[in-house]
C-alpha cells in the first residue's frame, strides 16, 4: 500500500525567504507524486504534480518540487515566501497501478511578515 | 461556478441518527472520490466510482456508510446510526479519466455528530 510521510508538524519562514516542505513516500510501482494546498474554510486545491520526465516540477503560485527517486522525497519549495502561502499543505502519492490517492497529515506553513 | 459542489456544508446529528451528503461533481469528470478528514489529519479514501460503479472501498468504509452514483453524474453518501466517531469532515473530489489527473475536491461536507 501507498503512504506518505511529512515529518515537520508546522514550518514557520520569514517573508521573502526560501519556503521547503519536506515529503517522503512509499510506493510498490512507479509514484504518481501531488501536492495540494487548504486555505481555512476552503477546499483542497492542486499545486502540482509528478507523473514522469524532469526530475522538477513546476506548479501554481510559483511552487515547485523536485523528485528524487533514490530518496524517495518529493519536496515542496518556493524562492521567495508571501504572507499569503501561510496555510495548510499535503503532499499525496498514488500508486501508478490503482486509483487511491493516499495523502499525508499535512504541514501548517506560517510566513512570518 | 462549474467546480465540485457538496451540500450540505454543514450537518449537526445526534447520536443514531442517519445522515446523507451529496456531490455535484465537475460535469466532464467521470471519476468521483469520497475522503474523510479529522482534525489534524490528511484526507484519508472512503471509496471511488468510475461513472456509476463503485470500484473501490476501504475498509474504512463500515456497513453503517453506502455511498451511490446511480447515473454517473452526482453521487451521495449514507451514514446511518451516526455515531461520536463518525464526526469529520466529508470531502468529494471528481477527476478526469486517467490515473495521473489531479483531483478537484468540493469544499467538504462537516459533520458534527452530538
Known amino acids: 500500500a501507498q503512504s506518505v510521510a511529512q515529518p515537520e508538524d508546522q514550518v514557520n519562514v520569514a517573508e521573502g525567504n526560501p519556503l521547503t516542505v519536506k515529503c517522503t513516500y512509499s510506493?510498490?510501482?512507479?509514484?504518481?507524486l501531488f501536492w495540494y494546498v487548504q486555505y481555512p474554510n476552503r477546499g483542497l486545491q492542486f499545486l502540482l504534480k509528478?507523473?514522469?520526465?524532469?526530475?522538477l516540477v513546476k506548479g501554481s503560485y510559483g511552487f515547485e518540487a523536485e523528485f528524487n527517486k533514490s530518496q524517495t522525497s518529493f519536496h515542496l519549495k518556493k524562492p521567495s515566501a508571501l504572507v499569503s502561502d501561510s496555510a495548510l499543505y499535503f503532499c499525496?502519492?498514488?500508486?501508478?497501478?490503482?486509483?487511491?490517492?493516499?495523502f499525508g497529515k499535512g504541514n501548517q506553513v506560517v510566513v512570518i511578515p | 461556478d462549474t467546480g465540485v459542489s457538496q451540500d450540505p456544508r454543514h450537518k449537526i446529528t445526534k447520536r443514531g441518527q442517519n445522515v446523507t451528503f451529496r456531490c455535484d461533481p465537475i460535469?466532464?469528470?467521470?471519476?468521483l472520490y469520497w475522503y474523510r478528514q479529522t482534525l489534524g489529519q490528511g484526507p484519508e479514501f472512503l471509496t471511488y466510482?468510475?461513472?456509476?460503479?463503485?470500484?473501490?472501498k476501504s475498509r474504512l468504509l463500515s456497513d453503517r456508510f453506502s455511498a451511490e452514483r446511480p447515473k454517473g453524474s452526482f453521487s451521495t453518501l449514507e451514514i446511518q446510526r451516526t455515531e461520536q466517531g463518525d464526526s469529520a469532515m466529508y470531502l468529494c473530489a471528481s477527476s478526469p479519466g486517467t490515473t495521473a489527473g489531479e483531483l478537484f475536491f468540493g469544499e467538504g461536507s462537516r459533520l458534527t455528530v452530538l
Open positions: 509528478y507523473i514522469t520526465g524532469d526530475n
Open positions: 466510482f468510475q461513472n456509476e460503479a463503485q470500484l473501490e
Open positions: 499525496a502519492v498514488r500508486d501508478g497501478g490503482n486509483n487511491r490517492l493516499a
Open positions: 510506493v510498490s510501482g512507479n509514484p504518481y
Open positions: 460535469s466532464e469528470h467521470n471519476r
